[in-house]
């Protein structure tokens, strides 16, 4: 099995990394295309891969193609390989917004293509992944994607018409996340903590929190209520947050990303 890539950005490695983790292949049954050559060689030589200036030639290699490109890019890479695509190999986008409906516009036959919606956190192989599929790609096509997309954090097969909701909670949020973290980070450098100091802790806490949800099963607001002791600190700083209306503004914040999605 050869796995192509077209786009060799941040993502593209993350998946990369993920796959050579599970060895689900080797570095030699791997090939990329970028936009510049100095990309193709650094991403070259820190994974072993092969690499192609040609992305029409990367597509007529892999049985399995992943679109690791812009959304604004798409339509030009797609009009390139349109010829060197047929029934048998399985597409994989990760273009947030281009529906695997749209996508198949560009191919005068049956075409297998599996949408994909990854976040940031698989950089560091910690991803949460939405995956659907149109109706050529089978379930043996579906089980493989998802073995790939696994490998670099977690993978869920959802409804199409789900994926711009995911956009929002999943593939957006992380920037709320890093912005929650700046904001407890700034309030503890005001209690007198040293910065770099005030990040781990707030980020720790963070990531500790949701594995905790995770692991446990429990529901956040059971989670919730075991720090809120009667009368004590943590109640008091949830009524700030209530006041403020902190959790409004997480609902509206990613509601407009799931607009602003479907525009896309």
Not at 16 to 41: W, Y
Not at 72 to 84: G, H, Q, R
Request: net charge negative; proline share 3%; aromatic share 4%.
């Amino acid at each position: 099995m050869v796995i192509g890539f077209i786009g060799l950005g941040n993502m593209a490695k993350a998946m990369i990394s993920g796959i050579l983790k599970d060895q689900l292949v080797n570095p030699e049954d791997i090939i990329g295309s970028s936009a510049t050559q100095e990309t193709m060689d650094r991403v070259s030589s820190e994974y072993g891969i092969r690499t192609n200036v040609s992305n029409k030639a990367v597509a007529s290699a892999a049985d399995i193609l992943i679109l690791a490109v812009k959304p604004l890019t798409l339509p030009v890479v797609l009009e390139e390989i349109m010829d060197a695509i047929d029934e048998n190999k399985l597409i994989i986008s990760v273009a947030a917004g281009k529906t695997t409906k749209w996508i198949s516009q560009y191919f005068s036959r049956p075409v297998k293509i599996v949408r994909c919606m990854p976040n940031t956190p698989a950089l560091v192989q910690e991803g949460c992944s939405a995956l659907c599929r149109n109706e050529n790609v089978t379930d043996e096509d579906l089980r493989t994607a998802l073995r790939i997309i696994a490998s670099f954090g977690t993978a869920e097969v959802v409804n199409e018409n789900l994926m711009d909701v995911v956009g929002g909670v999943s593939g957006s949020s992380p920037a709320y996340v890093f912005m929650f973290i700046e904001a407890m980070a700034d309030a503890a450098v005001k209690g007198g903590m040293q910065r770099k100091q005030a990040y781990r802790f707030a980020a720790q806490t963070v990531m500790g929190s949701a594995r905790l949800m995770l692991e446990s099963g429990r529901h956040p607001a059971e989670l919730k209520d075991m720090v809120c002791s009667p009368g004590g600190t943590t109640i008091e700083g949830l009524e700030v947050l209530e006041q403020n209306g902190f959790r409004a503004a997480v609902m509206e914040a990613i509601g407009a990303c799931v607009e602003k999605s479907k525009k896309l």
